[in-house]
């Protein structure tokens, strides 16, 4: 008889793909669900935990067959920069406006890779920016301030 070994890399990543995903499901149960055209808030928490869920199940069954790389240094510089991008939009979109808070995490979250230019990042930060209104306040007219109260005179 074989004995089932499991890659720990993607044992790891499939584990936590399930804890997370089985978190999210405790969480959504007691709240209304409601339908795809009128979610209710434990929707999306249910919808996410099944994705999650089933993603680490995947992971898993893969970790049994396929032996993967060891895990390499952590990304630090990515961490840093990319995880405040959605606080530091939080944080000033209310003050700012849509279009400033979307332009600076934007940019900040940009600095993640070591190749990334100055011009480069607002160039990128300014087109996304630009994608943005249009899809969120023209497109699915969303009721955002574009310029908030922080930058009136």
């Keep these: 008889m074989k004995s089932l070994r499991i890659d720990p890399t993607n044992g790891l990543c499939g584990a936590l793909f399930l804890v997370v995903g ?3 499901l405790v969480q959504s149960v007691g709240l209304e669900i409601g339908t795809a055209f009128r979610m209710g808030p ?3 928490p249910l919808v996410l935990s099944g994705v999650l869920i089933v993603l680490g199940l995947v992971i898993l069954v ?6 993967s790389e060891p895990i390499g240094p952590i990304a630090w510089r990515g961490m840093l920069l990319i995880l405040p991008a959605p606080i530091l939009f939080g944080l000033t979109v209310r003050g700012f406006g849509f279009v400033p808070a979307v ?3 934007a940019l900040v979250a940009s600095f993640a890779s070591t ?3 100055p011009l480069m990042a607002l160039v990128l930060a300014a087109a996304l920016t630009a994608f943005s209104v249009v899809v969120f306040s023209y ?3 969303l009721p955002y301030q574009r310029f ?5 005179f």
């Design 22 to 24: 089985l978190f999210f």
């Design 42 to 44: 434990g929707y999306f």
């Design 62 to 67: 893969q970790a049994t067959k396929v032996e």
């Design 103 to 105: 332009f600076i995490s």
């Design 115 to 117: 190749r990334m230019t």
């Design 139 to 141: 497109g699915l007219g």
């Design 148 to 152: 908030g109260p922080w930058l009136r």
